[in-house]
């Protein structure tokens, strides 16, 4: 469990999924608690509705002293506690190691991508322009070896990439997420996590997929998402497609990633969403920048960084929300009541982007039988339709 430290003492810790929150007994991991001094203060509910909003939008506080379901408790034992800070100097490596892990690959794998992977962006109506111009590249196969710069062995492209890597950055990998120490029968190392325990059978195996980079608006890779060949199914049945190259040391957070498409058609507008591929993609078909995240409820990031993209284009960009179609079919009960998720972020994004002084905005709609995203959807053609909020 990552724990966010703000200052000493001061920090949010997440309440684990499975683990009932104690205000709404929710058990999806969306509620965390505050606590000062090691000292409970209070609960940030997802679902529970107070009169005092939380600093992020859509959670409310609960109190102790206000709340008879709140108990005051100590917390003794700080898990993992993860700095809130990402610095410049550490932007800057996350990039330079992801650039050369990129360029490492490219040398042993044509286009960086093996057939599997580069079959699904292809399948997308992706060009090999395009794709490059993407950076997506494909995690190494444990069954891909090379030969070692002298020439007389072979090895796992994976240790090549181990070795060239810390010959150059040293303990510094150990900064960038995806980079871990593990101990060998030669000692310890530092290795990239190409390798995963699938829930059931708990045995190591490939992580097969590519990497999406995120990129921030200074145009440095910020983290580094793997799309998954074959989607897998979590501990508690929940279908996994995407997860973050991220560990233990080195948390890959909750960036934005900001695209600028190859033709630039109206340079005024900004489309915002849900997913860096989905919207790269899409933002190379209608020719407007964008910027996505990886999840609707991401609203603060998601700010800053329009607001660093308007500092840095000088322009009050006209905002174009484009959040899936099924935004109107998923469905949560809570306290016997329908409430809607997507539908909730798609809200909290229109009013925290009018709080931001945007008074332009619209909302992409299409017939959903196109695509359940907007990406699918222009692809088979559906028309785009805008409702201005």
């Known amino acids: 469990m990552a724990v966010t430290m703000y200052e000493s003492g001061t920090m949010f810790v997440p309440i684990r999924s499975g683990t009932p929150c104690p205000i709404c007994g929710k058990r999806d991991g969306r509620c965390s608690e505050f606590y000062l001094d090691h000292k409970l203060l209070y609960v940030s509910c997802k679902y529970e509705v107070s009169d005092e909003p939380s600093g992020l939008p859509g959670w409310y506080k609960h109190r102790i002293g206000r709340e008879n379901s709140l108990k005051e408790r100590e917390l003794k034992v700080i898990p993992d506690v993860k700095e809130s800070e990402v610095t410049d100097e550490i932007l800057e490596l996350r990039d330079n190691v992801y650039t050369d892990l990129r360029a490492i690959i490219k040398k042993h794998i044509p286009s960086g991508l093996y057939e599997d992977d580069k079959a699904d962006l292809t399948r997308r109506g992706l060009s090999d322009e395009t794709i490059e111009r993407f950076g ?45 120490k593990i101990k060998g029968k030669k000692g310890d190392f530092i290795t990239l996590k190409s390798k ?40 508690k049945g929940k279908l996994i497609r995407y997860f973050w190259l991220s560990s233990k040391n080195a948390s890959s957070g909750s960036p ?12 005024d507008i900004l489309l915002v969403g849900e997913g ?16 996505a995240g990886a999840g609707v409820n991401n609203y603060n990031n998601l700010m800053k960084e329009i607001q660093m993209l308007e500092i840095r284009d000088g322009i009050k960009y006209k905002i174009i929300l484009a959040y899936d179609m099924d935004k109107y079919e998923i469905v949560q009960i809570i306290n016997d009541l329908e409430y809607y998720p997507v539908l909730e972020a798609e809200k909290k994004t229109i009013e925290l982007l009018k709080q931001y002084n945007h008074d332009n905005i619209a909302v992409a709609e299409w ?8 990406d699918d959807s222009t692809q088979n053609g559906a028309k785009l339709y805008y409702r201005v909020v």
């Open 136 to 180: 997506c590249f494909s995690m190494p196969k444990s069954s891909h070896k090379v030969w070692s710069d002298c020439g007389s062995y072979q090895m796992q492209l994976v240790t090549y990439i181990n070795k060239k890597l810390y010959d150059k950055y040293g303990n510094d990998l150990l900064k960038v997420p995806g980079f871990m």
């Open 196 to 235: 995963m325990k699938k829930p059931g059978d708990k045995k190591l195996s490939d992580i097969r997929g590519y990497f999406i980079s995120f990129i921030n608006y200074n145009e440095l890779s910020a983290a580094m998402q793997i799309r998954l060949s074959e989607p897998i199914f979590d501990e």
């Open 256 to 267: 934005i990633d900001c695209y600028t498409p190859s033709i630039v058609k109206r340079d």
């Open 276 to 291: 860096a591929l989905k919207m790269k993609i899409t933002s190379e078909r209608l020719g407007y920048k964008s910027v």
């Open 367 to 374: 017939d959903p039988t196109a695509g359940k995203g907007i």
